[in-house]
């Protein structure tokens, strides 16, 4: 199964991210989004693994709960940074018995304050050497790798992280998903970038919507996003007021997304930081919700 030949027919590729909670009320939390979401048929939906300190046995739980609950395509994210090949090998192979049919490949992120060698510590030290390993051993799998409009932080420069990207294509990816971002000329000088060095794979553009302003400026200076100026700007005049900040964010969203598709992007992913109000307004203002 390839979630771009099974997509719903005349609508752009539609996908949620979540994350596994933590807590039961957070797992509560997790379900009621998930179903509120579940209308509007997305092709896929992920669940990360570790990221910001997650408990990565709950991925796979979560993963193959949605699958068999909601009937909906799930996809884990799989990080190899300290992970060991044994580790590494039992899971794909779980995955695989469970009838799991698409993962994101990922590096993942030292734990602050680590040293670089630590990058060394597991089996792979790259989201290319982990895809390379996946296409091998499983070549039915469908692979995702992470993709940076706005340039990965460690990267040499904009070139490298191209030359990079391209690796982790011919490594064995299918398709690429960005990182967020809010200067949709970034995302079309990217993949116009990739398309120069011969790489054609599908790249879905993230999209995060702001709800929560003092959150977004957090993650963006972890990961490297920009905040434009008049973002910044329309943000700051309401950041008392939760109510304003979540019909700007919306609206928001939905330039952007309305913008992205005209650009010709094949899909759109939501981080959805397991909510579903924002995502739920800016599909219905989009008309995205199946017939
Ligand atoms: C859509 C998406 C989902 C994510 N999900 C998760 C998740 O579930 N869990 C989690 O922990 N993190 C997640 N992340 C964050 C990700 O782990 C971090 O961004 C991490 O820093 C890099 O991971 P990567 O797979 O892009 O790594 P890689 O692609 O291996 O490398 C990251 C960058 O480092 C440089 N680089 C690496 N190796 C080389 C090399 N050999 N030569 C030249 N340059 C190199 C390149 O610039 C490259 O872009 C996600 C990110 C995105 C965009």
Redesign the pocket.
């Known amino acids: 199964m390839d979630i771009f030949a099974a997509k719903i027919p005349g609508r752009p590729l539609l996908s949620f ?1 979540f994350f596994p909670p933590k807590t039961p009320i957070g797992e509560v939390r997790f379900w009621e989004a998930l179903t509120l979401l579940a209308r509007f048929r997305p092709d896929f939906i992920s669940v ?4 910001g300190g997650g408990d990565r046995a709950n991925t796979g739980r979560l993963v193959c709960a949605v699958q068999e609950r909601l009937n909906l395509t799930a996809m884990p ?1 799989l ?1 190899c940074i300290g992970e060991e090949r044994t580790n590494l090998e039992s899971l794909l192979d779980h995955y695989e018995q469970q009838d799991i049919t698409h993962i ?6 030292r734990p602050p304050g680590s040293p670089p060698e630590a990058l060394a510590r597991g089996a792979f030290d ?3 050497a982990l895809t390379a390993f996946i296409r091998k051993r499983h070549p039915r799998l469908r692979i995702g ?4 409009p706005e340039v ?1 932080p ?3 420069s904009r070139e ?2 191209l030359a ?2 391209r690796r ?1 294509i011919e490594a064995g990816a299918d398709f690429a ?3 967020f971002f809010y200067d949709n000329t970034a995302y079309t000088r990217f993949v116009d970038d990739t398309h120069a060095h011969g790489v054609t794979a599908p790249v879905i553009p ?1 999209i995060m919507p702001v709800t929560d302003f003092k959150q977004i400026q957090r993650f963006s200076a972890l ?1 490297g996003a920009e905040l434009p100026e008049w973002l910044v700007t329309q943000f700051e005049k309401v950041k008392e007021d939760p109510v304003a900040t979540l019909e700007i964010g919306v609206a928001v969203a939905v330039a952007q997304c309305r913008d992205l598709l005209d650009r010709g992007a094949p899909g759109l ?1 939501f981080f959805t930081l397991n909510r579903a109000e924002a995502v739920g307004r800016i599909l219905d203002a989009l008309h995205l919700a199946p017939a």
């Open positions: 991210e990360t693994y570790g990221a994210h990080t994101m490949a990922l590096r993942g992120d790259s989201a290319a790798v992470a993709c940076y990965h460690e990267a040499a490298a992280d990079y990207y982790k998903i960005t990182q993230g990961c992913h």
